[in-house]
């Protein structure tokens, strides 16, 4: 099976737009899981989705949003960019069964300006 | 929320020595994955263990989940084996939501 894609892999943006990340997870998997990875923060958990709805939520602002389409890709959007959303994004996949094994993307490496 | 800790934060090693990596959290689990992050940044998966013992060729882990920790080895260590090391756990009843630690810097000179 193919593995976890992510797309773009680099994205600059500048300060105030607004930007659109894709993931499309493993085949047969339906659940989709976002993280941001910062040299401060570490990893930290943005959301999931599964089946289209979104199941689990982390500490972050209503500028972080996601969405998930009936093919299981998912896609997160920042608007509003500040510099703090400089970071790897990085996509998860798994079955969703519960706790099983989550697969992650190769990232999207996001420089605001 | 559940803390996990991760020592030590830095290693260094001359290739072909042992190692041992270890995990704390801080209340039950579901699931705890270690994962090694390439210099691209991407996360591969090494191990799916919530409890007992797993190996997969020079590494191995075992997580006593009752005493809430996790210890990842590496053996006979290569210089391909440098990179970041992260445990993480999700302890969510519905769904999933992984919990990282700050993660193990191992350095492995020839």
Known sequence: ?113 | GIQVEQSPPDLILQEGANSTLRCNFSDSVNNLQWFHQNPWGQLINLFYIPSGTKQNGRLSATTVATERYSLLYISSSQTTDSGVYFCAVDWETSGSRLTFGEGTQLTVNP
């Not at chain 1, 797309?7 to 047969?28: A, D, F, M, N, W």
């Not at chain 1, 958990?45 to 890709?73: I, M």
């Not at chain 1, 996949?93 to 999207?108: H, I, K, N, R």
């Open chain 1, 1 to 113: 099976k193919a593995g976890v894609t992510q797309t773009p892999r680099y994205l600059i943006k500048t300060r105030g737009q607004q930007v659109t990340l894709s993931c499309s997870p493993i085949s047969g998997h339906r659940s989709v899981s976002w993280y941001q990875q910062t040299p401060g923060q570490g990893l930290q958990f943005l959301f999931e989705y599964f089946s289209e709805t979104q199941r689990n939520k982390g500490n972050f602002p209503g500028r972080f949003s996601g969405r998930q389409f009936s093919n299981s890709r998912s896609e997160m959007n920042v608007s509003t960019l500040e510099l703090g959303d400089s970071a790897l994004y990085l996509c998860a996949s798994s079955e969703g069964d519960g706790a099983d094994t989550q697969y992650f993307g190769p990232g999207t490496r996001l420089t605001v300006l």
